[in-house]
């Protein structure tokens, strides 16, 4: 009964491949997110979807594509990965666009890719 | 850009004394505040919200003040416990529009 799951939690891979991160909600939301969070604890958004439709788009290099297949699903998929890239990735789900005290952002569990 | 910064990248208190986590911002648009709560190996984690009508918030032992003209927002832990331990954030949301964007991270550290 997990509200915001990711798969996988963590991701190991070699410079210039070529992975992808999924992440479902089962809170019957219309907007969901990504974000980096950097060694240093830095976290910030990258995307962000509202009913498929892509709302937040951040200066992220275009290798990172998200896809949504639906309102519950936001996945991550990134091309010819960099070093650089090595972080931890959080999916997040709100029931609106619009943060406020009744959009609260759920965070999912995150995942670890390490780019070697 | 415009940033969301804290004083304090750790703070560490002994279980049951009161503990004050400070947030600077730069964009006096800001509308709205949060603070959330990030414990190791897991996402955040939402505890208190605050909007720029207001200058204090409480919640279950946490309040937040916020003081527009010197653009500060704080955390006010009361009594603080173990599982209070974990990194937190302050998030603002700027101009009404879609996006958080988060401070660095205080780190608190709750002794015995």
């Given at each position: 009964d997990t509200?915001?799951?990711?798969?996988?939690?963590y991701l190991v891979t070699q410079m210039g491949n070529d992975k992808s991160i999924k992440c479902e909600q089962n809170l019957g939301h219309?907007?969901?997110y990504w974000y980096k969070q950097d060694s240093k604890k830095f976290l910030k958004i990258m995307f962000s979807y509202n009913n498929k439709e892509l709302i937040i788009n951040e200066t992220v290099p275009n290798r990172?594509?998200?896809?949504?297949?639906?309102?519950?699903?936001?996945?991550?998929h990134i091309n010819s990965l960099e070093l650089?890239?090595?972080a931890v990735y959080f999916c997040a789900s709100s029931q609106a666009r619009a943060p406020s005290s009744y959009n609260e952002q759920f965070f999912g569990p995150g995942t670890?890719?390490?780019?070697? | 850009g415009e940033n969301v910064g804290l004083h304090l990248p750790t703070l560490s208190?002994?279980?049951?004394?009161?503990?004050?986590?400070?947030?600077?911002?730069?964009?006096?648009?800001?509308?709205?505040?949060?603070?959330?709560?990030?414990?190791?190996?897991k996402g955040p984690q939402f505890i208190i919200d605050i909007r720029s009508n207001m200058d204090k918030r409480q919640g279950q032992r946490v309040t937040v003040l916020l003081n527009k003209t010197v653009k500060?927002?704080?955390?006010?832990?009361?009594?603080?416990?173990?599982?209070?331990?974990?990194?937190?954030?302050c998030a603002e949301?700027?101009?009404s529009g879609y996006a958080l964007n988060f401070g660095k991270g205080t780190s608190l550290l709750v002794t015995p």
């Open positions: 509200a915001v799951s990711q798969t996988p939690k219309d907007t969901m990172f594509s998200p896809k949504s297949p639906d309102k519950a699903h936001l996945n991550l650089g890239d090595s670890r890719l390490t780019v070697l | 208190v002994q279980e049951g004394d009161n503990s004050i986590i400070n947030c600077a911002y730069s964009n006096s648009a800001s509308d709205y505040f949060i603070w959330y709560k990030q414990e190791s190996g500060h927002l704080s955390l006010q832990i009361a009594a603080t416990q173990p599982g209070d331990s974990a990194v937190y954030f949301n700027r101009d």
